[in-house]
């Protein structure tokens, strides 16, 4: 089964339905992720559970997991929910083979090594075991390590583990990795040697805001009236709109409380709601007043513009109030508020949940089209022309997005992006800018006659290279150099960037220079049509006028043959 496409929520109350959680992670929250599963595993003696929730990808799980916590109201309560990513098997057939060194020779070494430190890992599993699992998970992200060590705190019943590596930029990444990520019950935590672990503040990264119903009482305290009975005013707020339906939802209740109890409608102002409840003990006020509150709670969305998004969602008016609730319109408004430049939903929750659910599909859903439609933009830095570079590949890769400059300091550059709002979400670049590696190669060149054809190559494989989304960066060789020198941008790890590598190095070093004398021009220009229409892969056929010459470069013996014959048979014709 493959877990690289999950993500684990610890500890939601029992009571929070699944479908709901699904409609959370298909909502702007996270991203409008698709969700393809769900599961549930109930916690023993408790009435809490784990949720499992399976994506479309582990992009999408690695988005998500980085994604800030949401608050989430459930009807009766509110949940944090903060994913982690799901790691379903710690144990590993693999068995690191380190070599154990001296203590001071160790130290010594230690002062120039980056440590990955983790913490909260559970003490459910034998030492063996758990090196096995970081071994395996640390070679699957870096390309050479030094070593792992893990030590048992016993006050604490828990490990920690120590991942020493060579790279600074392969030790943050492997904490980024590691961290909120959980094996089993445990979020484990993990951060840099010399940088404090604390909890991440949350920080709501939406841009709109939403708030529900206002209860006050006129007192404190309950009073009594002439006649001895107990009386409260029962406010809600802002909620003209729905006055219809609350009333009318008013009057049901009413039908259930008994005659002894009164619910009047008192003088209402500002949008405000306002009903004095009578009952003839304090105990049954209490009860009326929070029966009023649990099914009569409006709970209002805004959702925030700027002034030129605002004037674009004014065009789509006609489209935008075509978006419907699926069933029981009447708990619904919609309307738009010029002075904040915001569209606001408004939606009466009576604790029915079929009901809320509905509220959260048709609020993911005027959500979503606002984003889809919208134009808008945004600032980002990009630090480095390296990293410039990889940007402007990145962006002629999607096609979904444009820039300009707005400013440039050195080789850093301020960027303006344009571009439908959900595709601006999605792009996050600080994000995307922590896992960009620049590395540099160096090869010997074997046969220096061919030193031409591999400038000549170079663009193509650029050109291939650019259409995975990977930037190769390669000066000019000079006639008389010794070495072929390339730097790849990209966020691939060591490992997948050897190996494209050496297929570049290894055609260079097959690669071959065939000269054939050939003294009629006019026919040798019409061999250079006919072999550029035979379109042959990996084939650089040029004929030089001054030299009387043919000059052919491949790494394959074959076409160069090819390519001699053809030049051979026109020789006497």
Not at 410 to 422: C, D, Q
Request: glycine share 2%.
């Amino acid at each position: 089964m493959n877990s690289m496409n999950k993500v684990e929520l610890v500890k939601i109350p029992a009571e929070v339905d699944s479908e709901d959680l699904k409609i959370v992670f298909e909502s702007n929250a996270f991203g409008y992720q698709t969700v393809i599963d769900v599961q549930e595993k109930p916690l023993e003696n408790s009435k809490l559970k784990n949720v499992i929730i399976e994506l479309e990808s582990a992009e999408a799980a690695k988005q998500v997991a980085k994604s800030a916590p949401f608050s989430f109201n459930f009807g009766s309560g509110e949940v944090l929910i903060r994913p982690v990513l799901y790691f379903d098997n710690i144990a590993s057939q693999h068995k690191p083979n380190q070599e154990v060194k001296p203590e001071k020779t160790f130290k010594k070494e230690l002062a120039k090594l980056y440590t990955c430190w983790i913490g909260n890992i559970p003490n459910k599993y034998a030492e063996d075991k758990l090196e096995d699992f970081f071994t395996k998970q640390v070679e699957n992200n870096s390309d050479k390590y030094h070593s792992i060590k893990l030590i048992f705190i016993k006050k604490h019943n828990k490990y920690q583990c120590f991942i020493n590596l060579y790279s600074h930029q392969e030790a943050e990444s492997l904490a980024q990795h590691f961290n909120g990520s959980k094996m089993d019950d445990s979020v484990l935590e993990a951060c840099l040697r010399g940088f404090e672990s604390a909890e991440a503040k949350i920080q709501s990264q939406s841009d709109s805001e939403s708030d529900s119903s206002e209860f006050d009482q006129e007192t404190s305290c309950a009073k009594t009236n002439k006649e001895g009975k107990f009386q409260k005013i029962f406010r809600i707020s802002k909620s003209k709109n729905l006055k219809a339906l609350i009333k009318k939802q008013i009057d049901e209740i009413k039908l259930s409380i008994g005659d002894d109890i009164l619910v009047n409608e008192e003088f209402s102002r500002k949008g405000n709601l306002s009903f004095r409840v009578v009952a003839p003990s304090e105990a049954k006020l209490s009860d009326v007043l929070a029966k009023l509150k649990s099914k009569l709670n409006v709970i209002r969305k805004k959702i925030k513009f700027s002034e030129k998004e605002y004037a674009q969602i004014q065009n789509l008016k006609s489209q935008l109030i075509q978006i419907k609730p699926n069933r029981n319109k009447e708990f619904f408004n919609f309307y738009f508020e010029d002075r904040s430049k915001c569209v606001v939903i408004e939606f009466l929750d009576t604790g029915d949940k079929a009901l809320k659910r509905d509220y959260f599909n048709y609020l993911n859903q005027i959500e979503k089209f606002c984003d889809e439609k919208i134009e808008s933009q945004k600032e980002i830095s990009v630090c480095g022309s390296d990293h410039f570079e990889f940007f402007k590949i990145c962006l002629k890769n999607s096609n979904d997005l444009k820039y300009d400059f707005t400013s440039k300091n050195g080789t850093n550059f301020r960027i303006n992006l344009f571009g439908k709002k959900i595709n601006l979400d999605k792009f996050n670049w600080p994000e995307l800018a922590k896992q960009i590696k620049v590395v540099k190669f160096d090869n010997r060149i074997k046969n220096k006659s061919v030193i031409s054809y591999i400038n000549y190559k170079m663009r193509h494989f650029k050109s291939e290279f650019e259409k995975i989304g990977l930037v190769l960066l390669c000066d000019k060789i000079e006639a008389n150099s010794d070495t072929l020198s390339l730097k790849i941008v990209s966020t691939l790890d060591s490992k997948e960037l050897q190996t494209k590598v050496d297929e570049i190095f290894s055609y260079f070093d097959k690669t071959k220079l065939l000269t054939v004398n050939f003294e009629n021009a006019t026919a040798a220009k019409q061999i250079e049509k006919d072999v550029e229409a035979m379109n042959l892969p990996d084939l650089d056929l040029k004929y030089r006028d001054d030299k009387k010459k043919f000059f052919i470069n491949s790494a394959d013996q074959n076409a160069l043959n090819l390519a001699k014959l053809i030049i051979e048979s026109k020789r006497f014709k």
